[in-house]
């Protein structure tokens, strides 16, 4: 059939309409933050794919609009010469697949493709990808397809032709290119010499030790013949600064704020590395040392579990380094900068992790100086100092506080508040807080008076820098004037969504830019082999029924998201008098909910164009559909997914409830 011009343009114009542009801005958020941080793009596809390709990386690695630095972006069919190599040995299936494995390092992201979704190359290359530890995108056609499956996250384009669907990918690559060159360029101004001499900025110095952090990640599959460990194979090394040089990273990605580290950097190839990622990240570094090496922390992790840590340790520096010591860094005295960046300053963050900078005599005559005009937090370690006087807040972990203490309670509410104050009497600090993990934390700031409790909403995942964060986030909300209820309050909350959102693998994304949604930590636990489930429904005046569906439906799986109608999609289901609760106050009460880990709110008469963007294992419905299908139920199961029922609470129905108060009403 002959398609007019007149019809073409109103197809484009139809799926343009359709296009999720609120999933490619934040591809483009994620994807600033990744290339930001030294890591790297990879864009497959055939045909005319294959030019739109090559079309975003040469937009990346040049410029799309505004003046910006090159951007690491590869077009895996451009090298002609290893295409043909590979598709000559290893077939044409292998020839993007045998790339990314050659060129993607875990925290990399990889972009596929393809309007029909089915090419053999580019599954081949979805699959290298997730294995290889990258985040695998996919642009494609129409409803589901194999490569939606195989990909993290897909944006699929509702288009009948083939032509259609890629002049979508196209606007979609510029999408793209647009969200990654805002956010870029904001952040770069931030951390240019006009934004140093803003007066809306403020200055936040970090000192403290300095380690280099390694991760070695591999997958485990066997167990050695040799003894009963696992073999860790297809491993990928990470590197990022550790200790004190990991909070001043975090620090440095909120915006507008400033930030100096003033550290111990060991002068060998450590010490470079470290410094080179602290310049990367926007930090100024003062270095006190003379000589010596940078401890080097590695991780061997496998299945998100870390099996295994060892250390290269220089041992203690400053007064304790060890005498003959060649390797252990040595301190030389403090640098005018010093105190300069001290003196203007809004708030100090001590992370003392043991290796001898807090005993460094200027060091600390300097931020007992420091802590007389600003808030000074201090983050303890059971090998390091006391805090300086005037100490605005300390943030002991409960494992330190009962070493410190030698406390012999238990190691509960009661136990880590009595710690807290013992510290407040011992220290001269003006407020403790006790972080206690998975259970929060708990603020002291005057022995008489009730202990201020953080609860904190349980998440799982990888906890390495948790307390960097707490601490860090603290010391920002005191230097803009928070209480420091509010600051520590703040700060566990921070430290949590920071342990959801993968620890420090949340560096390759930007900061405060891009929040870990609902469809982010679905993608997540998919790649991890879970299973997503959802539910969905108006869920107005929640009550007991509403309840056991959802717990009910989170035992199905490691993760329930709820797709919740919008205030109109209720309106035209229900009557104009619906919904009696707002939805944003709906979305709340559903998220403070333990077993719901993230709402999605939709305004269509049926979940179903938010179920194919969701895509999960498991769709759960109330008992009152018992016998009857499901109108999802074919588009759930197109993906492979499952519908079922949980028994259904008898007695229990908003609109009965609503009926009833308003006859109670008019009895009045």
């Not at 407020?431 to 609860?455: I, K, N, Y």
Request: one cysteine or more; hydrophobic letters at 40%.
């Amino acid at each position: 059939m002959t398609v007019s011009g007149r019809d073409h343009i109103h197809a484009l114009t139809e799926a343009l309409h359709r296009l999720d542009t609120g999933a490619l801005e934040r591809w483009g958020q994620a994807l600033a933050g990744t290339l930001a941080a030294g890591g790297r793009l990879l864009v497959a596809g055939n045909g005319g794919s294959a030019a739109e390709a090559q079309h975003l990386t040469s937009e990346l690695v040049g410029r799309f609009r505004a003046e910006r630095a090159p951007l690491s972006a590869i077009a895996l069919h451009a090298d002609s010469s290893s295409v043909t190599a590979l598709t000559n040995d290893y077939g044409p299936e292998e020839v993007f697949a045998r790339q990314v494995r050659a060129h993607g390092r875990p925290g990399d992201v990889l972009l596929l493709l393809s309007a029909s979704g089915t090419s053999p190359n580019v599954l081949a290359a979805a699959r290298a990808g997730r294995e290889t530890g990258l985040t695998v995108w996919a642009l494609t056609g129409p409803g589901a397809s194999p490569l939606a499956e195989a990909s993290d996250l897909a944006v699929c384009v509702d288009a009948a032709q083939v032509a259609t669907v890629q002049e979508c990918h196209l606007v979609a690559i510029h999408l793209l290119c647009a969200a990654v060159d805002a956010h870029l360029v904001k952040t770069e101004t931030l951390t240019s010499d006009l934004a140093e001499e803003s007066a809306g900025t403020r200055r936040l110095v970090v000192v403290g030790d300095v380690l280099l952090d390694r991760d070695i990640t591999g997958t485990v599959a066997r167990v050695s013949p040799e003894a009963p460990v696992p073999v860790v194979s297809g491993v990928r090394s990470t590197e990022r600064p550790g200790g004190a040089g990991m909070a001043a990273v975090l620090a440095a990605r909120e915006p507008g704020w400033r930030v100096t580290l003033v550290c111990g950097l060991g002068q060998d190839e450590s010490g470079a590395r470290v410094r080179a990622l602290l310049d990367a990240a926007g930090v100024e570094v003062v270095s006190l040392t003379t000589g010596g090496n940078t401890p080097v922390k590695t991780r061997v992790r496998a299945v998100d579990r870390t099996l295994l840590r060892f250390d290269a340790d220089s041992g203690t520096h400053g007064s304790r380094a060890e005498s003959g010591d060649t390797t252990a860094l040595r301190l030389g005295p403090l640098p005018p900068k010093v105190h300069a960046r001290l003196a203007e300053a809004s708030a100090v963050l001590v992370c003392d992790y043991g290796r001898g900078i807090t005993t460094h005599d200027d060091v600390r005559e300097a931020l007992t100086e420091a802590a007389t005009g600003r808030p000074l937090v201090w983050d303890p370690h059971l090998r390091g100092t006391d805090p300086v006087p005037g100490t605005a807040l300390a943030v002991p972990n409960a494992d330190e506080a009962l070493a410190f203490t030698g406390d012999a309670a238990p190691q509960d509410l009661a136990g880590d508040t009595a710690r807290a104050i013992r510290l407040l009497a011992r220290w001269p600090v003006k407020q403790v807080a006790v972080t206690r993990g998975r259970d929060g934390a708990v603020l002291v700031a005057d022995p008489e008076s009730h202990p201020l409790v953080v609860p904190v909403r349980q998440v799982a995942g990888d906890t390495c820098g948790a307390g960097d964060r707490l601490a860090v986030t603290a010391a920002l909300m005191l230097g803009t004037g928070r209480l420091p209820s509010h600051a520590v309050a703040a700060a566990v909350d921070a430290a949590t969504r920071y342990v959801a959102s993968g620890g420090p693998a949340s560096l390759t994304t930007l900061p405060d830019t891009v929040t870990t949604g609902p469809r982010e930590l679905a993608a997540r636990v998919r790649k991890q082999g879970g299973r997503v489930v959802g539910a969905g429904g108006c869920f107005d005046l929640l009550h007991a029924g509403h309840l056991a569906l959802l717990e009910q439906a989170r035992r199905l799986g490691d993760m329930l998201i709820v797709c919740l109608n919008s205030d109109a999609s209720v309106r035209r289901l229900k009557g104009e008098n619906r919904p009696a609760v707002g939805e944003r106050e709906r979305a709340m009460l559903l998220q403070a909910l333990d077993c719901v880990d993230g709402v999605l709110v939709f305004d269509e008469d049926t979940p179903e164009e938010i179920l194919a963007e969701l895509r999960p294992d498991v769709w759960v419905k109330g008992g009152d559909y018992a016998g009857r299908r499901v109108p999802e139920a074919d588009l759930v199961e197109s993906w492979g997914g499952s519908v079922v029922t949980v028994p259904y609470v008898d007695g229990h129905s908003t609109t009965g409830r609503i009926d009833r108060i308003a006859g109670r009403v008019g009895a009045r």
